[in-house]
């Protein structure tokens, strides 16, 4: 049977009849149906090119993105693996539809859409066949959004030809946009609006209805009116200029087509008048400032001042306690030392303030380039949290008395350490604003908003001003002549309060792993807490007293083994990227949830709003404090959601703990940059109205008050 096997093979491979492996070609969703393909006439041969394709039959309302999704979104993406000598190119997109809703629209793809992609084959390729593996992600939209990552596996004849999907190829050539001769372009910025203006375009193209499909996000509106005038025989065409716009591309490519057109025709053109890099950055901060009046000299004060208050209102957040207990016992301890007190709490200030500097200018930094990042992004990385998980459970342990961190440092270090306690007033300033950033308190979200839409100077001011304020509490304390005089004098009890704010060290591990299991599962989690058992044993052996030299050794080693051992075992389960996707995708496929809150997307609020259904969206992450408070005091109050339920307000949440470029977008756009942030979209109303981030059934129910209720017809409409 074995030889009867591999003769068909080869029967199959010199007739050119492609095979597919297990699980195949073919994958299919309840939205979609993809299909990998392949289009090689003159076969996979040396030097030869050939195309891949992916073939995505939408089912009805369904629909998947292109290279610029529009209002929101997300592209198609593909990753192939190939043998030696097969390269893959560049998707060559069709031209897009633009799908409105409500007041916003997206550029992507309904019915049946096959997205080619060249195959080029070296000189030195000699296989017999072509083995092709495709990694396919996508985002698949009705009224409510879902992320989808499909695999796929083909075998391919290399001296035969492949075409039996020839018509569908061919109906995406047709398909492409096209550069045609003659045609030339040239943009300008005039105010608010682009201009564009067209010469050689083929008689044909007369009247006054084009859509223009720009590939560069958020320059112009999607959503926008496209004015079509005729200036002797060019076409200007004029489309508002995107609201969230942070870019002044000198060249934009576009494609231009008509309503109903197959395919467009493709655009290269320059774009003079942008506005100086200054001038763009003051008028990016008054449109995207929260509160009036935050852009110029006066707003800067305002912006300052408020940060300074948020800073001072951070001490308040749970997540910062226990840090405050580390400063209660160093000033405790130096109680009678006015001289140390100060030095200490310049320390702490400088290490907070630097901190906080630090983490902005990173920020900005990152976003500047591109990467679509907000307040606290430190805590959406799983390998940050595991590892404050780690430093939270040493500080305990340590606190507890287990070991002293000098035993694990080189003796350098640990007379440097010994030399200048100063150091230790620093870092601690430093982990304070680590587990504290993600706090977003009152006053602070205004602030941080405009900071990130300002210059350079005027941002990092702010984040200064952040960070004095958190620190200022400690700072007076310290510099004030009497408040040592509060403190109890040092004795017995030092050692008793010393164990007893190991626990807060502990809770917040318990935090954080929850933050975890979030992010990458139970499984994920799970590896993480066998990591501190490990990590606990280990400073176990390293803090054992009344050993001797040998036995210490022995012992330490056997705990080095074992947190290697560990670690080895949970790094793969520790916050992957296929844990992530399979965490998803099986939250996904999960029944639905009794609750009334449901998944946010911009066509879900563009949808109800469409529909003149009051939506009210709770931005939130599992690693900020403050918004599992207010979801457990505030959002889950049945009460509420029954009130809420009467006035037919649409629930969506907007989950952030992991990395979300939309969700961060959104943000930015409603002048935020961290969570939480309650957003409520009252019946016509244009724009949302934000809550204080600490949030009471009260507000609420003051915010709602004059929304009108719903009646049970209604409500079934909806």
Request: glycine fraction near 10%; include cysteine.
């Amino acid at each position: 049977m074995s030889t009867f096997r591999h003769l068909l093979l080869w029967l199959l491979l010199l007739v050119g009849v492609p095979v597919t492996a297990a699980p195949g070609a073919t994958v299919s969703t309840p939205q979609v149906r993809a299909q990998l393909v392949v289009h090689a006439p003159q076969g996979l041969g040396a030097g030869k090119t050939a195309w891949l394709g992916l073939v995505i039959r939408h089912e009805p309302d369904w629909h998947t993105y292109w290279k610029n999704s529009g209002d929101s979104g997300l592209p198609t993406q593909l990753t192939w693996q190939l043998p030696a000598g097969a390269t893959a190119g560049e998707i060559q997109w069709p031209t897009p539809k633009r799908m409105v809703v409500g007041s916003l629209a997206n550029y992507g793809y309904e019915g049946t859409v096959l997205l080619p992609v060249p195959l080029t084959m070296s000189e030195g390729f000699s296989g017999q066949a072509l083995r092709v593996k495709l990694q396919a992600d996508w985002l698949v939209c009705k009224q409510e959004c879902i992320p989808q990552t499909c695999e796929f596996e083909l075998i391919v004849p290399a001296n035969a030809a492949s075409t039996s999907d020839a018509a569908l190829f061919e109906r995406a050539f047709a398909a492409q946009p096209k550069a045609l001769a003659g045609v030339d372009a040239q943009g300008a910025i005039d105010g608010e609006m682009l201009a564009v203006t067209l010469r050689g375009l083929p008689s044909a193209w007369t009247g006054d209805a084009f859509e223009f499909f720009p590939e560069d996000p958020a320059v112009v509106e999607p959503a926008g009116t496209i004015s079509a005038s005729r200036r002797g025989h060019d076409l200007v065409l004029r489309m508002p200029l995107s609201a969230q716009r942070s870019e002044s591309p000198a060249v934009m490519k576009a494609v231009l087509a008509r309503p109903g057109d197959h395919a467009g025709i493709a655009l290269n053109f320059a774009v003079s008048g942008w506005p100086a890099p200054g001038e763009q950055a003051v008028a990016a901060s008054v449109a995207a400032s929260p509160e009036p009046g935050l852009a110029g000299g006066t707003g800067l004060l305002v912006a300052l001042a408020l940060a300074f208050g948020g800073g001072l209102l951070l001490n308040l957040m749970p997540c910062v306690f226990p840090i405050l207990s580390l400063k209660v016992l160093s000033f405790a301890r130096h109680a009678g030392d006015r001289k140390a007190l100060v030095a200490g709490g310049l320390a702490y200030t400088a290490g907070v303030v630097a901190s906080f500097v630090g983490l902005a200018g990173l920020l900005l930094v990152l976003r500047a380039g591109g990467e679509a990042l907000g307040w606290g992004f430190q805590l959406q990385s799983p390998l940050v949290v595991t590892v404050l998980a780690i430093l939270f459970t040493l500080i305990a342990l340590n606190l507890l008395g287990v070991f002293e961190f000098g035993s694990f440092m080189p003796s350098g270090i640990a007379t440097m350490r010994a030399r200048s306690p100063l150091l230790d007033h620093g870092l601690t300033g430093v982990l304070a604003v680590g587990v504290a950033s993600p706090c977003t308190a009152p006053f602070m979200g205004a602030a941080l908003g405009a900071a990130l839409t300002m210059p350079l100077p005027q941002a990092l001011a702010i984040f200064t001003s952040l960070g004095l304020g958190m620190a200022a509490p400690y700072l007076l304390a310290s510099a004030w002549p009497g408040f040592s005089d509060l403190l109890p004098r040092p004795g017995a009890w030092m050692g008793r309060f010393k164990v007893l704010m190991a626990f807060p060290m502990f809770a917040t591990v318990v935090w954080l792993v929850w933050v975890l299991a979030q992010q990458i599962g139970v499984d994920g989690a799970a590896a993480v807490l066998a990591l501190l058992v490990a990590i606990s044993f280990g400073a176990w052996t390293y803090g054992l007293s009344g050993v001797g030299p040998k036995s210490g050794r022995r012992y330490r080693l056997a705990g080095g083994l074992v947190v290697a051992t560990a670690l080895v075992w949970a790094w793969p389960l520790m916050g992957t990227k296929q844990d992530v996707v399979a965490a998803t995708t099986s939250t996904l496929k999960a029944p639905p949830s009794a609750s009334a809150w449901q998944t946010w997307s911009p066509q879900a609020v563009a949808n109800a709003r469409a529909a003149g259904q009051p939506v009210f969206v709770d931005f939130t992450a599992a690693w900020c404090v403050t918004c599992q408070v207010n979801k457990r005091t505030t959002l889950n109050d049945a009460a509420l959601q029954a009130e809420l339920a009467a006035k037919g307000v649409r629930l969506l949440r907007a989950d952030w703990t992991n990395r979300d470029p939309v969700i961060t977008q959104e943000l930015a756009r409603l002048g935020c940059s961290g969570v939480p942030v309650y957003a409520l979209y009252g019946p016509g109303a244009a724009q949302a109205d934000l809550l204080p981030e600490i949030l009471t059934i009260a507000k609420v129910r003051e915010a709602i008050a004059h929304w009108p209720a719903v009646s049970s017809t209604s409500k079934d409409s909806l």
